[in-house]
């Protein structure tokens, strides 16, 4: 995990942070999330690393994201991993990223313009989930499309507060939460508003 860690804060440090954004470019080197447009953000750049490292990609990780946003997540996930199955309700924003992540080179990511909430069914299960957008309870479809031996990271609560949560599934289909740490997320859009 150590070196894997290692690896991930090594390129994330060298990602241009700014390419994600079309408005607010100025602050791009701040620690904080900035806004997007849409009523949207892009995230906290330490808090983008922390929930990355925490998934535990491996390099045969076939992954659901929830909430495309800028794109500027999806990247660093599709670095790390095998594919990348994002989900994105705004469609500004789904076609905006699609443009950036195809520019920055990647073939790895495919696209769906829908609600995230419900996840990405036709290509369940993934072996990891990423959310990018605060539910109040862990959507059951979400958990229903982790596969075995899957992570999935999550903010989870009210719209003032939620526990960033860590979800796992064993082999047998078991699955426990632990809180990793305390944050503040948009809203998930859809059935777990």
Do not use: C
């Amino acid at each position: 995990m150590n070196s894997r860690r290692k690896e991930i804060t090594d390129y994330f440090e060298k990602m241009d942070r700014s390419f994600f954004m079309d408005v607010n470019k100025e602050f791009a080197g701040l620690d904080e999330a900035l806004p997007i447009g849409y009523e949207q953000t892009i995230s906290q750049p330490s808090l983008v690393l922390e929930m990355t490292v925490a998934l535990d990609l491996q390099p045969d990780s076939k992954v659901l994201e929830i909430g495309t946003g800028s794109g500027f997540q999806t990247a660093l996930l599709a670095e790390f991993s095998k594919t990348v199955y994002t989900v994105e309700r705004i469609e500004a924003l789904h076609f905006r990223a699609k443009e950036r992540l195809a520019e920055s080179g990647f073939a790895n990511i495919m696209f769906h313009l829908g609600d995230g909430s419900l996840g990405w069914r036709e290509h369940a299960p993934y072996d990891r989930i990423m959310v990018t957008a605060a539910a109040s309870e862990v959507p059951s479809e979400l958990v229903g499309q982790l596969a075995n031996n899957g992570k999935m990271i999550i903010p989870v609560g009210g719209p003032l507060a939620q526990e960033l949560r860590l979800i796992a599934k064993n082999g047998h289909g078991e699955v426990s939460s632990i809180v990793l740490n305390k944050v503040i997320f948009v809203r998930l859009k859809g059935k777990y508003e």
